[in-house]
């Protein structure tokens, strides 16, 4: 068995988190990626906001910063900025991130901070009873959209790369080994890293759109996931309403802190 | 209508009585009720409001800035960390004089991260020009919510009702509520005289205002907030005379014959109340001063009470993180510098991030006053209490 208990805060147990949701899933996939990436424990720093899946740095032993809504990315910038040498995560929701803290997500991605974001999208704000969130699906119901959204989604993925981000990769809680492995890649990349996990919110998502139980969802993302490789050579019909997976993006781009420091060498006297 | 309601239930009612032109709202515990209430309204077609569920607090502040000037009757409903965050955009709204209610759920501010009550949020708030009154339970929510727009709408001040996170919020009362016919006659139509949706008229709101007007227009806005109270008396008395509830601006409970007494704000008001019959019962004369309207802050009123006893004890359920003790505390003090009577004061900041308080504990309390009074000796002024390690 993966050793786990020694990257858990056993006491912090048992979790909020409900039966059949996803962010078990991630938390988990997250540790193994950092197992197997050989970073010391120490030298992490998991930061994040507040929804169901910010509670993640609650239950894990690393140094933790859970912070407020939205403004994770805000807190690891000058976490990092102060201390380059710590590994930053931030763990954050869809709403955290796209809506109520879209401006940092976007600023983050364009500077290209050296740092590994999460994303945990469950199409819902699930922590405060199921509110439609900049993902949730045309046409799909919340509780702010009863007869379903009328508003155009954030393609979380896409908009990391159009903002600037150097690591860009998507996966569901179905593919539970491959969501390490990228979590492990965007550890080992200098710059804005993002890892887009979609993720079932039995209660909040599932139910009032009546998607079934956890694992239905589960199935939906493996009967429905297209990696990009295959969805390269597929026509934009073909590929609506498919979740594409994989590494999307991965390029090379100056780090941002590098950069300052290069900026602080050359105009500093000596 | 007499119906079992919580808090939040409650206001939603009101809300949906009053029909509001526009609603934006951003979800937060457990203040996120409120508005869920009120959308379902909407989507059953009870209201015709359009409701707006935007990004944040700031977008659903800066949402309802933009309605109100444009003259409709607006709403919204939020707690702690949503309110700090509207907190740029609540002096535009005071300083545009756009007349906005927040129905409003006191939870601690972060951090550390907490969902129980104190006061520490509206209080973070009280000089953004806002009206604020805070209630006592679910009944005294409903009506306040009714009130406040129509106060709000004369003064052209915003303001805020506040009711206990969970003690209020989601407690289960018993709730008179009023005629559904009734209460859009109470409140009648929002008359503004200039509005942006007035094309013949057009006008700038917001504009610079630099050295030459700024310190008149804010002049203005406090002058607003200095002849607020008699409106809020008379809305006030109004609502009583039509629906047979009176609410007072600051809540005397037995203190014409009391010896010693406690001053409060919030659901510990109720919780007080209680205390008083018991020690009554035991023969002490003590009574309780509750602070219904805090801002604008009812200086004679509150004067006129804090002189009847000899000792008094202030209780905040918060604090103002200057070394000076809660806010009533301060606000009591400012008030009786010019008194030639003062009592003695003991502040006791208690409650915060949701730690009960009990009849008991506020029992000891008064015992403690009575002690003060005996020896005419406070040894010091401000306590922590309930708090582990004092
Ligand atoms: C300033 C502020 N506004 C609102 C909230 C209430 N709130 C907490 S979590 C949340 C949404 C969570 O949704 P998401 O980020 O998608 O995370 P999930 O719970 O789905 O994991 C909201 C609105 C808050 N904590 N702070
Ligand atoms: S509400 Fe949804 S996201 Fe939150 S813990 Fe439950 S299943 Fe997970």
């Given at each position: 068995m993966f050793p786990y208990e020694k990257y858990l805060r056993l006491d912090k147990f048992p979790h909020i988190w409900c039966t059949g949701c996803g962010c078990g899933i991630i938390m988990k996939a997250m540790l193994r990626a950092i197992e197997h990436s050989k970073i010391p424990k120490d030298s992490i720093a998991l930061v994040s906001g507040i929804g169901c899946s910010s509670r993640t740095p609650g239950y894990v032993d690393f140094n933790t910063l859970h912070t407020t809504h939205g403004r994770a990315i805000a807190f690891a910038t000058g976490l990092k900025l102060a201390k380059p040498e710590l590994k930053i995560i931030v763990v954050s929701g869809d709403g955290d991130a796209t809506a109520i803290g879209g401006n940092h997500f976007i600023h983050a991605a364009r500077r290209n901070i050296d740092m590994t974001v999460i994303i945990y999208n469950n199409y819902i704000y699930g922590m405060t009873g199921g509110q439609a969130s900049p993902t949730t699906p045309l046409g799909k119901k919340a509780s702010?959209?009863?007869?379903?959204?009328?508003?155009?989604?954030?393609?979380?993925?896409?908009?990391?790369?159009?903002?600037?981000?150097?690591?860009?990769?998507?996966?569901?809680?179905?593919?539970?080994?491959?969501?390490?492995?990228?979590?492990?890649?965007?550890?080992?990349?200098?710059?804005?890293?993002?890892?887009?996990?979609?993720?079932?919110?039995?209660?909040?998502?599932?139910?009032?759109?009546?998607?079934?139980?956890?694992?239905?969802?589960?199935?939906?993302?493996?009967?429905?996931?297209?990696?990009?490789?295959?969805?390269?050579?597929?026509?934009?019909?073909?590929?609506?309403?498919?979740?594409?997976?994989?590494?999307?993006?991965n390029i090379e781009r100056a780090e941002f802190c590098e950069e300052y420091r290069k900026l602080v060498k050359r105009v500093s006297k000596n | 209508m007499i119906v079992a309601r919580t808090g939040n239930e409650a206001m939603a009612e009101a809300m949906r009585q009053i029909n509001p032109d526009v609603v934006a709202a951003y979800p937060i515990t457990p203040a996120t009720e409120v508005v869920q209430l009120f959308s379902k309204f909407v989507h059953d077609g009870l209201v015709d409001t359009e409701f707006v569920p935007v990004e944040s607090e700031h977008s659903a502040c800066s949402a309802c800035c933009g309605a109100a000037a444009a003259g409709a009757r607006v709403m919204t409903s939020t707690a702690s960390q949503g309110l700090a965050l509207m907190h740029e955009i609540l002096f535009i709204a005071s300083g545009l004089r756009l007349p906005i209610v927040i129905c409003l759920v006191n939870r601690s501010l972060s951090s550390p991260i907490n969902i129980h009550c104190d006061h520490s949020d509206t209080l973070a708030s009280r000089d953004a020009g806002w009206l604020q009154i805070y209630t006592e339970n679910v009944q005294e929510a409903y009506d306040t919510t009714i009130q406040l727009v129509k106060i709000a709408e004369q003064a052209l001040l915003p303001g805020i009702v506040s009711t206990d996170a969970f003690i209020i919020s989601h407690g289960m009362e018993r709730v008179e509520l009023l005629d559904d016919k009734e209460v859009p006659k109470f409140l009648g139509e929002r008359k503004v005289e200039y509005s942006l949706l007035d094309v013949d008229n057009p006008i700038t709101i917001g504009c610079l205002d630099l050295q030459d007007y700024f310190y008149e227009h804010k002049r203005s806005e406090i002058d607003a907030m200095d002849h607020v109270l008699p409106i809020i008396e008379k809305v006030q008395k109004e609502f009583g005379d039509k629906f047979g509830r009176y609410y007072p601006i600051v809540d005397e409970y037995k203190m014409d014959d009391a010896e010693v007494a406690i001053m409060a704000m919030g659901s510990t008001g109720g919780t007080a109340k209680v205390a008083v019959e018991r020690m009554r019962e035991k023969g002490k004369k003590v009574g309780l001063i509750r602070c219904r309207v805090y801002r604008p802050f009812p200086e004679k009123a509150m004067l006129k009470a804090l002189t009847k006893v000899k000792v008094l004890g202030i209780m905040d359920r918060s604090d103002t993180l200057s070394t000076l003790g809660g806010h009533l505390y301060n606000d009591a003090r400012s008030i009786l510098y010019e008194s030639s009577t003062r009592p003695l004061m003991k502040n006791y900041i208690y409650g915060l991030g949701g730690r009960d308080i009990s009849i008991e504990e506020i029992e000891t309390i008064y015992e403690e006053l009575f002690n003060i009074k005996k020896s005419g000796k406070v040894d010091k002024n401000i306590v922590y209490f309930g708090v582990r390690g004092e």
């Open positions: 702010t959209a009863p007869y379903g959204s009328i508003e155009p989604t954030f393609d979380i993925s896409g908009l990391a790369i159009a903002a600037g981000a150097t690591f860009v990769a998507r996966s569901t809680c179905y593919h539970a080994v491959q969501i390490d492995k990228f979590i492990q890649k965007g550890l080992l990349k200098k710059g804005f890293s993002l890892i887009e996990v979609l993720s079932p919110c039995p209660i909040y998502y599932a139910r009032p759109n009546r998607e079934g139980t956890s694992v239905d969802m589960l199935r939906w993302y493996k009967e429905n996931s297209i990696p990009i490789e295959v969805a390269r050579k597929m026509s934009d019909t073909e590929k609506e309403r498919k979740i594409i997976t994989g590494i999307l993006h | -």
